[in-house]
């Protein structure tokens, strides 16, 4: 029973192309998340989501918008892919926003945009 | 300087071995620390919370140094299992989680 997923699990598209992640928890949990993870295998948070509330938003283009219908969903649309926005996607989830607790992640998207 | 450092590696150690990992962190004001264990291609999953007076889990011990800003995770008996990348994590006041680039371990037979 899987806690976190995500679907995709891969994604090949061209410059250019819109394309969608979805992601779906059924843990409970208040607060989501969306990591990119690039080709040096570091993890940046791009945006958090408090009860379908934006809560961060981390410097991301605004080719990137996340929309969550309700607490268990949160989705990714991205406008014009560029070949830089080739990485792993992961969503995540935790309990509440904030420090102390653990978030689970979902498998990851790899996107290849060519 | 880096939110989040950490020696990338790779470190090669034979089973059995003691192995230990550092982190610093520059906001003195991060409120709560972990480690994330990711294996290759795989999610990153949590291995332990630091807690101020350290902790310990099995293997794993994990301290925490305020005043240094520093983290460290010590393995002991190195498993072959335990071959992954260890993510420094920081949890920074307004909610803002920060990953170090990780450590990734080997170990060998």
């Known amino acids: 029973d899987t806690a976190v997923s995500q679907t995709p699990k891969y994604l090949v598209t061209q410059m250019g192309n819109d394309k969608s992640i979805k992601c779906e928890q059924n843990l409970g949990h208040d607060t989501m998340y969306w990591y990119k993870q690039d080709s040096k295998k570091f993890l940046k948070i791009m945006f958090s989501y408090n009860n379908k509330e934006l809560i961060i938003n981390e410097t991301v283009p605004n080719r990137f918008s996340p929309k969550s219908p309700d607490k268990a969903h949160l989705n990714l649309h991205i406008n014009s892919l560029e070949l830089g926005d080739s990485a792993v996607y992961f969503c995540a989830s935790s309990q509440s926003p904030g420090t102390s607790y653990e978030q689970y992640f979902g498998p990851g998207t790899r996107l290849t945009v060519t | 300087r880096k939110e989040v450092e950490q020696d990338p590696g790779p470190f090669n150690v034979p089973e059995g071995a003691t192995v230990a990992f550092n982190c610093t962190y520059s906001?003195?004001?991060?409120?709560?620390f972990f480690w994330y264990r990711q294996d290759c291609r795989k999610e990153p999953k949590l291995l332990m919370s630091v807690y101020s007076s350290g902790n310990e889990d099995g293997r794993f011990t994990a301290q925490l140094n305020r005043a240094s800003q520093y983290i460290s995770l010590l393995i002991r008996d190195s498993k072959l299992s335990d071959s992954a990348t260890y993510l420094c994590?920081?949890?920074?006041?307004?909610?803002?989680?920060?990953f170090g680039a990780g450590t990734r371990l080997f170990v060998k037979a």
């Open positions: 994590v920081v949890n920074e006041r307004g909610f803002k989680t920060i």
């Open positions: 906001n003195s004001a991060s409120q709560s």
